[in-house]
């Protein structure tokens, strides 16, 4: 048998949005596209909720918890990095992305990576809906068919 992602059904789930406040003109566009997608598909506005925290690197901590609540059918995280004349910018993309791909393997809730990661802020305006579309809006689609392969999986 083959099990392919579908976005079906979707009216019931509910959904948390993992958000950094730093660079919060970018994430406030990524999550307004994450919103928007979500709701697209048939999740109610109520049944999503944004939880902010102060930086990137607090977004694994924080979905961690979430994902242990057992509340949520999927978490979105998001948030935007902007490279800048330091070594910084590497240690906290490093960080963030280990420790979102570390949750979701140790947890039975879907977890999808929204982080920007760009040189530039104009990059980041890119691809947060501009010229190169809206990450926000791909990966809250990206976790609505990691959910319904999920689902497809504990039937088998």
Same mark, same amino acid.
């Given at each position: 048998?083959? %099990?392919?992602?579908?976005?079906?059904?979707?009216?019931?789930?509910?959904?948390?949005?993992? *958000?950094?406040?730093?660079?919060?003109?970018?994430?406030?566009?990524?999550?307004?596209? *994450?919103?928007?997608?979500? !709701? @697209? +598909?048939?999740?109610?506005?109520?049944?999503?909720?944004?939880?902010?925290?102060?930086? *990137?690197? !607090?977004?694994? @901590?924080?979905?961690?918890?979430? $994902?242990?609540?057992?509340?949520?059918?999927?978490?979105?995280?998001?948030? $935007?990095?902007?490279?800048?004349?330091?070594? +910084? %910018?590497?240690?906290?993309?490093?960080?963030?992305?280990?420790?979102?791909?570390?949750?979701?393997?140790?947890?039975?809730?879907?977890?999808?990576?929204?982080?920007?990661?760009?040189?530039?802020?104009?990059? $980041?305006?890119?691809?947060?809906? *501009?010229?190169?579309?809206?990450?926000?809006? !791909?990966? $809250?689609?990206?976790?609505?068919e990691l959910i319904n392969i999920f689902e497809q999986i504990k039937s088998i």
């Amino acid at each position: 048998m083959i %099990y392919k992602a579908k976005l079906i059904d979707q009216t019931n789930k509910k959904i948390a949005i993992v *958000a950094s406040k730093f660079n919060d003109l970018i994430v406030k566009q990524l999550i307004s596209g *994450a919103q928007e997608s979500l !709701e @697209m +598909h048939g999740i109610d506005e109520s049944n999503i909720d944004i939880i902010w925290v102060p930086g *990137a690197l !607090e977004i694994p @901590m924080v979905a961690k918890r979430i $994902a242990q609540v057992q509340k949520y059918d999927g978490i979105v995280t998001l948030g $935007a990095v902007i490279k800048g004349d330091t070594d +910084h %910018y590497d240690l906290v993309i490093n960080g963030v992305a280990n420790g979102i791909s570390q949750i979701s393997l140790s947890t039975d809730v879907p977890i999808v990576f929204g982080v920007l990661t760009t040189d530039t802020l104009e990059q $980041a305006q890119q691809r947060s809906g *501009a010229k190169s579309g809206n990450k926000g809006a !791909e990966v $809250a689609l990206s976790l609505l068919e990691l959910i319904n392969i999920f689902e497809q999986i504990k039937s088998i």
